[in-house]
């Protein structure tokens, strides 16, 4: 319960036990109670009616008629808040991406001197290009250049009409990709799961057994699946004002999940953890961090009920830096378990991952309104962890990765 809705429902309460109208004009109250004219009660909920705040317990006001109310778009104040601020423009440790979205930038030489700047102003030691498969055409490039330990590639596994016969043509597939250089199965996309059909028209569910031989596969082969399962959990609920990414879901309508169309967020979770389950030695890196790093409780208890997962902070950052104490005890308590990852490629946007991770800076924006309105901490994170977090774990769980040449 919020704080004003504490005090509303106090303030319902009280003016019932007392049997004195809430709104009754209260000299003592003086001019900041709002001179009494326009206020409202709030309902049985204790809620503001639309259009309204509480500014005492159990009275609801509107804004005066001359300030016109702005949209959630316009309102954009600015802080008076004098804080520290620390640049942060490259990671202090050499970080790898395990979730990269740059398979367009492999195609060429010229292409990939370009990106190797970009990394290098940024210091990411490494890029994982995770686009299913579709970097494996460039593999010629990247091993003929000079910056051939800069990149890896994964593969993707096609579920086009998953059903009689395809696991086997899956795993040939996957093994001669391997073969071919591919270090791990990913991303792994949202659609399964969620949009995925079989070939007998049903939806794919994520723990389906006739994938079961490519997890198996996977685990044979030692290379890590990388997956992306369901979307934030308000994706899947009401658009409605209590819906703290209602402005995102304005803007994007394929974020809409809405029940009756696509199985719902808990559906797709338990189909996600039976399947982990069911391949114990099958290491897989849950991207999005499983989309619970708004309940790290929860992400702990997975993490500690299935030890061949592992997690990945891409486009989470926000709920990160939402709260900063319990965040930094987390990736210290699982700081084996947890990798870097940005998602989308967008230089601008990791010097928020390194200050977010690194340092002590409070109250600074994220980079995307729609995504968080609300501002950031910094995690403040040891060194010992921020090396684990960068590249350590990356490289110990996937063997295809340059094993040496990092910083100790
Ligand atoms: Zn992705």
Redesign the pocket.
């Known amino acids: 319960m919020t704080r004003s809705r504490v005090s509303a429902v106090l303030g319902v309460l009280v003016a019932g036990v007392i049997g004195v109208g809430v709104l009754a004009q209260d000299p003592a109250r003086g001019q900041g109670a709002g001179q009494g004219r326009g206020g409202v009660q709030p309902d049985a909920n204790g809620e503001c009616p639309p259009g309204t705040t509480m500014v005492r317990p159990g009275n609801c006001q509107a804004p005066q008629a001359q300030y016109p109310v702005p949209s959630i778009l316009d309102y954009r104040p600015r802080t008076t808040l004098v804080t520290a601020e620390t640049r942060t423009p490259k990671a202090k440790f050499p970080a790898i991406d395990y ?1 990269g ?1 740059i398979a367009g930038r492999l195609s060429t030489p010229e292409a990939i001197a370009a990106l190797i700047k970009d990394m290098d102003s940024l210091g990411l030691g490494l890029m994982i290009s ?1 686009d299913g498969g579709s970097a494996l055409r460039s593999i010629d490039t990247i091993k003929s250049s000079p910056y051939k330990d800069r990149f890896r590639v994964m593969t993707g596994v096609n579920f086009a009409n998953v059903g009689p016969g395809w696991a086997e043509k899956a795993v040939a597939q996957l093994e001669a990709d391997v073969k071919a250089g591919a270090v791990g199965i990913g ?1 792994i996309s949202k659609s399964l799961g969620l949009r995925t059909r079989k070939a007998d028209g049903s939806r794919l569910a994520v723990d389906d057994a006739e994938m079961d031989p490519v997890w198996a596969a996977a685990g044979r082969l030692t290379i890590p699946v990388f997956i ?1 399962t369901a979307e934030p959990q308000e994706f899947f609920e009401p658009i409605d004002y209590k819906n703290e990414r209602w402005l995102e879901l304005s803007l994007f309508g394929d974020r809409r999940y809405p029940a009756g169309q696509f199985p719902r967020f808990e559906e797709l979770n338990a189909e996600r953890d039976r399947m982990y389950k069911k391949h114990p030695k099958t290491t897989f890196v849950m ?1 999005h961090f499983g989309w619970h790093a708004n309940d790290l409780a929860r992400l702990g208890k997975m993490l500690d009920a299935m030890p061949n997962v592992y997690t990945e902070m ?1 486009a989470v950052l926000y709920d990160l830096g939402r709260q900063p104490r319990a965040a930094r005890e987390f990736l210290i308590k699982y700081q084996d378990r947890v990798l870097f990852g940005k ?1 989308a490629y967008e230089t601008s946007e990791y010097p928020y991952y390194w200050r977010v991770l690194e340092t002590t800076d409070e109250y600074f924006d994220y980079y995307r309104d729609y995504h968080a309105f609300w501002k950031l901490y910094g995690l403040g994170l040891p060194d010992a962890v921020l090396k684990k977090i960068y590249y350590q774990n990356a490289v110990k769980i996937t063997p295809g990765l340059p094993q040496t040449g990092w910083p100790k």
Request: charged share 25%; aromatic share 0%.
């Open positions: 979730h979205h995770a991303e992306h991207a891409g998602d």
